[in-house]
């Protein structure tokens, strides 16, 4: 059997959709030229592109240096993958434990590994646009993990307990398409909304304004007129949903949100989407619909308003980072780590952390997929929102 159809078949065992494109590739075109097999002392390496047989010598030699390493081999190029399988050494690439292959459409082929890897050191060395794809997969998968690091028990308390005290419940979807063209203003808690809140009080009726999360409090205090609250976090800190005065304004949220907030709320309760975390859910006799509400609860705010057919959505406090001076808007003191620093859209160094990265991330390709209408970033500060004026 030829050295290429033989590494082929072996490369079917481990990523059968790669072989079967490969397999179907007509008129392969000649690669480019590879850089040096990387240099890293992390236990998890994530490489774009594949060499020649001096190139999987060197990769080779980095996996046999420690039982702990493992390779992540990432190639869209398919007409590579030709040259690289025609080569004998390439077999043990191929056949080796701790290799996987990836072609195009990656993500879905490296999430099995991602999970058998968690909080592993790891570095991956391709072009700007591959690290980020790389990123984001690690982070939303680690983040995801976190959300059940105590097996969910808090999370599941929360939902149990709102459903027994849900009698008051409407489907919030009842409302979608009801305001059509009628602007939505996102209001979150970072520093730059104190900069907006006198504004915010001078609109009246001229938008909906959607109250998120820690949001509220500075919010409340300013006395700025508030149509609908937003909660999603099942760990909400109390004292500042209690010193809140948005009573008895419309609640979104979603039933794995704290109960003690949960129960804070007097007005009207509208349940949007289940979580997809617990079966516990279908009890509530509401038509509950699964909804991408994203990471936190500027996301869950603006799938409402899309929903809701607002037009524009605008970003008001949205700064997803935490500036040295002061975390959040209205002196509250930051209550969880920021340990990644970065610059601002304004070139400020500034702190922040995976789930706002996430959330930006989600904010950035929510705005591009839904064209039809118009997003603005009206935050006078925070992180920069790509693709959003």
């Known amino acids: 059997m030829p050295v290429y159809d033989k590494n082929l078949l072996a490369l079917e065992g481990k990523n059968p959709l790669l072989a079967f494109q490969l397999l179907t590739l007509k008129n392969p075109a000649s690669p480019k ?26 990769a080779l030699d980095w996996i046999a240096s420690d039982p702990k390493r493992s390779l992540v081999l990432i190639e869209e190029n398919l007409s590579a993958f030709h040259p690289f399988l025609s080569q004998a050494l390439a077999e043990k690439i191929v056949q080796h434990p701790r290799v996987v292959i990836g072609g195009s459409s990656f993500e879905e082929t490296l999430k099995p590994f991602v999970w058998s890897h968690l909080y592993r050191p790891w570095e991956c060395h391709g072009n700007p646009a591959m690290q980020g794809r790389i990123a984001e997969l690690v982070l939303g998968i680690e983040l995801t993990v976190c959300l059940y690091r105590d097996f969910g028990i808090p999370q599941l308390m929360n939902v149990f307990s709102n459903l027994l005290a849900s009698q008051n419940v409407r489907s919030g979807e009842a409302l979608f398409g009801k305001f059509t063209k009628i602007p939505a203003l996102i209001c979150g808690a970072g520093p730059s909304l104190d900069k907006s809140l006198d504004t915010l009080k001078a609109l009246g009726n001229q938008a909906l304004l959607f109250g998120g999360g820690s949001a509220l409090l500075p919010l409340s205090r300013a006395g700025v007129p508030m149509h609908f609250a937003v909660a999603l976090d099942p760990e909400s800190p109390r004292e500042r949903f209690f010193e809140q005065t948005y009573f008895d304004v419309p609640l979104f949220y979603q039933n794995q949100v704290s109960h003690p907030l949960f129960m804070q709320s007097q007005g009207p309760k509208l349940c949007i989407g289940e979580s997809g975390s617990f079966p516990l859910e279908e009890w509530l006799d509401l038509p509950l619909s699964p909804c991408d509400v994203g990471w936190n ?5 603006t799938q409402i308003a899309y929903q809701l057919g607002c037009d524009p959505i605008l970003f008001v406090g ?8 002061k975390a959040y808007a209205g002196g509250m003191e930051e209550l969880r780590e920021n340990p990644l620093v970065c610059t601002d859209r304004l070139g400020n160094r500034v702190t922040t952390r995976p789930d706002f990265l996430m959330a930006k991330k989600w904010l950035e390709t929510f ?17 920069e929102l790509e693709g959003i004026k």
């Open 367 to 383: 705005a591009k997929t839904h064209p039809e209408r118009t997003f603005l970033n009206a935050s006078e500060g925070g992180l």
């Open 318 to 325: 949205v700064d997803l980072c935490c500036s040295p001076e």
């Open 297 to 301: 609860v500027a996301t869950f705010a």
């Open 33 to 58: 030229k590879r850089e040096p097999f990387p240099k890293s002392t992390a236990e998890v390496l994530y490489v774009e592109g594949i060499g020649d047989e001096k190139w999987i010598e060197k």
